[in-house]
């Protein structure tokens, strides 16, 4: 079984922004693959489905993005999983808007909600889908940056970008790594 987690906020003020490319990705790969993200367990929100024949978790977790090592852990536990069952979905400033990139293992490059997960699993070595949102204009901090939505000129590419992303996560799921 894989979990497939998309990093967010919670929330209609955090909807469309740009901190929450990972929920939106999981809400799109669930929508492709008929599973439904309804289930409130874990600090998340849930849905259980298969992606290429692999049993799946899909979670969003409402624990705000700094905590999200408290959803994944519960998940794990309640689950029994380990980290190299673990997919990772979330926004990258280091990439510019569109690119995307597959990581396996490593530190947390100044994420805070990827910091969080490695604090709470106690190691780095999972899968991540790191989906650029570009770097902060100069004078504009990068919290404020992260919490803004996506221009109008941006939505086509970052909707590439989002199936990109789902196209990676097939290729870990089929390749069982």
Excluded: W
């Amino acid at each position: 079984m894989k979990v497939i987690v998309g990093l967010g906020n919670y929330g209609e003020k955090y909807e469309d922004t740009r901190h929450n490319i990972g929920f939106i990705a999981v809400d799109r790969l669930a929508s492709e693959y008929n599973i439904r993200i309804n289930k409130k367990c874990n600090f998340s929100l849930i849905g259980k489905g298969a992606i290429e024949g692999e049993d799946v978790i899909i979670a969003k977790p409402q624990t705000y993005m700094n905590r999200s090592g408290a959803a994944v852990i519960s998940i794990f536990t309640d689950y029994s999983l380990s980290a190299s069952d673990l997919i990772v979905i979330h926004d990258d400033i280091d990439l510019a808007v569109g690119k995307v990139k597959k990581k396996l293992n490593g530190g947390d490059a100044g994420h805070r909600g990827i910091r969080s997960i490695i604090g709470c699993i106690a190691t780095g070595d999972f899968h991540r889908i790191r989906i650029g949102v570009g770097r902060p204009p100069e004078g504009v901090e990068a919290s404020d940056y992260v919490l803004s939505p996506f221009h109008r000129g941006e939505l086509n590419i970052i909707d590439g970008s989002i199936e990109k992303a789902i196209n990676l996560i097939r290729e870990i799921i089929k390749t069982k790594i």
